[in-house]
């Protein structure tokens, strides 16, 4: 397909990319190889949080999603609030810019729709809102694709959320629940439809290790300090996160076991480096990762998984290694049940060392129907997706004589 001019279709991809979550950055990934399939003749670039690494490492052009540099720090000083309240209007004019130069802008995948970590209400959830009002306003269509959504406590995050998610021209989402929260926040979900991950459309690796080939534990951690309603009580929460995690790590090391640590955020490093100190064993190492690609890897040469972050349990089970979740919002529960393993859940708010033990010998007694499970749930996974990116495709880019990207549509 070429737009109305008869040039090739312009594409932007939007979001929280290039900044150091690999989950993210997985998500993107999906949807490039998608467009590289489906729409080869399509020029791609990104609004996004880290541009010299998406230009770097997707070779698109890349624009940054703030203006303000400093957006994410705190800003406690007179002039650091003035820029960023100088940011806000300076985006509103960038935003539509950079909307408008576009066919089709998709947003994919990730937890755009939600605050299950800590989230300021005019950071990203401003930036998505501007977004997804410049695509309505320019005519150009806002696809959230396979993202994810949960409850919203703050009422200006929730409020934002709401109307960018109105304002969208196609959504779909990544579980059952992130459609039933978006319901309850007065969206029309009805035409919205349910798939699996993005991540599980990436390339799966060559299993690590074969069954009389002795394996570690790939052991996932988090930089975990609950959601964005437990700001009062994070350095609790996460205390109790760190010492639990720990706790089990040192157990699998006295009974022998050769642990790997795993990460999906640059932040998580701390975390690492507390567990590598307090545990002191060379049993205990901790892997350095680029990508999901590079997780699945690690994942697949493992006996066993336990992980806390969204897409370490996805290139986990991806992998088809038996996988327990550290959960800590609804996402990975509603993943682990979709994948059939949803006995094999446990708080990561309340990690009681002894209790996630007992879960983790149970699994790997069950190892061998987990791994078949993951197996069939895998190709299900795929199919689904499939299924997606031909209505994806359907959506956004309809057959030449159809209505042009540009053309006024009716409000939902």
Not at 123 to 139: E, I, K, M, V
Not at 260 to 283: F, H, K, M, N
Not at 350 to 372: H, I, M, S
Not at 394 to 403: C, D, E, S, Y
């Amino acid at each position: 397909m070429t737009a109305a001019s008869g040039t090739a279709v312009r594409v932007g991809v939007f979001g929280l990319l290039g900044s150091g979550n690999l989950g993210n950055d997985g998500s993107l990934e999906a949807v490039l190889g998608y467009l590289r399939r489906e729409r080869p003749d399509a020029v791609v670039d990104a609004l996004c949080g880290g541009p010299e690494n998406v230009t770097a490492r997707y070779g698109i052009p890349a624009t940054r999603l703030h203006w303000y540099r400093g957006e994410y720090r705190t800003a406690s000083r007179a002039g650091a609030v003035a820029g960023k309240g100088l940011g806000k209007l300076v985006d509103v004019f960038r935003t539509a810019a950079w909307v408008r130069r576009h066919d089709v802008v998709i947003v994919p995948g990730m937890g755009v729709l939600e605050a299950t970590l800590p989230l300021r209400p005019w950071g990203f959830p401003y930036a998505l809102f501007l977004l997804c009002a410049a695509g309505r306003l320019t005519g150009t269509p806002v696809a959230l694709v396979g993202v994810g959504a949960a409850p919203i406590g703050n009422r200006a995050t929730r409020t934002l959320v709401r109307w960018s998610a109105r304002l969208a021209a196609h959504r779909s989402y990544r579980d059952a629940p992130s459609r039933d929260a978006m319901q309850a926040m007065g969206v029309d979900t009805r035409r919205d439809e349910v798939h699996p991950d993005l991540a599980f459309a990436l390339p799966t690796p060559p299993a690590g290790r074969t069954p009389d080939t002795p394996g570690h534990v790939c052991v996932g951690v988090m930089d975990f300090h609950g959601g964005d309603d437990d700001r009062a009580a994070a350095g609790e929460i996460h205390r109790r996160y760190l010492e639990g995690t720990t706790r089990f790590v040192r157990a699998l090391v006295e009974d022998g076991r050769a642990v790997r640590l795993l990460t999906g955020d640059e932040c998580d490093a701390p975390v690492v480096a507390a567990i590598l100190g307090a545990v002191d064993s060379p049993l205990v190492t901790a892997a350095v990762t680029a990508s999901l690609d590079d997780l699945m890897k690690e994942t697949a040469a493992a006996d066993t998984v336990v992980a806390t972050r969204y897409h370490n349990l996805i290139c986990a089970l991806k992998a088809g290694t038996p996988t327990l979740a550290l959960s800590y919002a609804a996402k990975s529960d509603a993943l682990m049940a979709d994948m059939g393993l949803g006995a094999y859940c446990h708080p990561a708010r309340e990690v009681d060392a002894d209790r996630l033990l007992e879960q983790f010998r149970a699994l790997e007694k069950n190892a061998a129907d987990a791994r078949q499970i993951l197996a069939e749930r895998n190709r299900d996974a795929v199919r689904r997706l499939e299924q997606q990116f031909t209505v994806l495709t359907a959506a956004l880019f309809p057959a030449a004589g159809r209505t042009p990207a540009h053309a006024p549509r009716e409000t939902r």
